[in-house]
């Protein structure tokens, strides 16, 4: 497939999927949902692709849905958008969540809408110092969505959770990270850097097994105390059979670096 409104390439285990629409601030058309949706199986189907890095092109990260689609004539009947949210969003919420390795998100710039929501479905969360997450749903007449109103009190407690999604205020990177909404903040100019840094780094590790964990510790928000010890018990016994395991074990008996294959 060629894509138009994304780039993807993959290269030292590291998918790199860049929103590409920076004229409407990355904000999400069907056409660029259908893109981004064939570039994660693309990821999820191709065992070289062992960390994903999700970022945008341009001054800003994503506007979530592009309002000039939504923009009808005053007799003309709206768009059901759970139909869309069906369609479109939630798939792509669940399909970072579980694909099974590591996924980074790069913030490079404002984040709004569905757009500041998708990052909270990443594992390893960077922003540029200058980038802002909005909830700009109240600001006309919608409801957070791409997970929003689950990830947020999760992450910041439901407070902060309210304070965001009722008075839409910019939150700032740093504010984000004091709140512990992401990982890390970065230098605007260095933050493709540092995230792809980052991402080789991952992708040089045992993935399978960070897959797993990030598998636990998704589920861990919403499983009992036992639910969660039993999928723990299953999943050790996978990463168990794994044979990065057999090579993390050898070298670490051999006194050597080991040297792993995401298997
Ligand atoms: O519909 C469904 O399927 C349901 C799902 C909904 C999910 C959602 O995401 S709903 C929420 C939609 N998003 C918004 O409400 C955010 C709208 N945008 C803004 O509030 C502001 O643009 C920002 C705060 C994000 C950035 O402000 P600023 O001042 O830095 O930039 P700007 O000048 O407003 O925008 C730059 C350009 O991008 C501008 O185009 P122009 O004038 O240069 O030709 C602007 O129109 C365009 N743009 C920004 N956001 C969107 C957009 N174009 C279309 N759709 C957008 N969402």
Redesign the pocket.
Same mark, same amino acid.
């Given at each position: 497939m060629k894509f138009e409104h994304i780039i993807y390439s993959v290269d030292a285990g590291v998918a790199l999927l860049s929103l590409n629409r920076p004229?409407? $601030?990355n904000? *999400?058309n069907e056409a660029m949902h259908l893109e981004v949706r064939e570039a994660l199986k693309m990821t999820a189907d191709n065992p070289e692709a062992r960390v994903l890095l999700l970022t945008a092109e341009g !001054?800003?990260f994503c506007?979530?849905?592009? $309002?000039?689609? !939504?923009n009808v004539a005053p007799d003309a009947d709206m768009?059901d $958008?759970g139909l869309?949210?069906e369609k *479109?969003?939630n798939p792509m919420i669940r399909r970072l969540q579980q694909l099974p390795m590591p996924v980074i998100c790069a913030v490079n710039g404002?984040a709004? +809408?569905? +757009?500041a929501n998708i990052p909270l479905a990443c594992d390893l969360v960077l922003a540029a110092r200058s980038a802002?997450f909005?909830q700009? *749903?109240c600001?006309?007449g $919608?409801v957070p969505?791409?997970g929003g109103t689950w990830f947020l009190p999760r992450l910041i407690g439901m407070a902060r959770a309210k304070q965001l999604a009722l008075l839409g205020e910019?939150l700032s990177a740093e504010q984000a990270l004091a709140w512990g909404m992401i990982y890390r903040v970065t230098d605007d100019e260095a933050l493709r850097d540092e995230a792809l840094v980052l991402a080789r780094e991952l992708a040089t590790q045992p993935t399978v097994g960070l897959g797993y964990i990030k598998r636990a510790l998704n589920h861990s928000v919403s499983n009992s105390f036992d639910e969660q010890l039993i999928l723990e018990r299953d999943l050790q016994s996978l990463a168990g059979r794994t044979d990065d395991y057999r090579e993390g074990v050898a070298a670490f008996m051999a006194k050597r670096p080991a040297e792993f294959k995401g298997r």
């Open positions: 004229q409407a $601030l904000s *999400f !001054r800003g506007a979530g849905q592009d $309002l000039s689609d !939504r768009p $958008l869309s949210i *479109f969003y404002v709004a +809408g569905a +757009g802002k909005i700009a *749903f600001k006309i $919608l969505d791409s910019p």
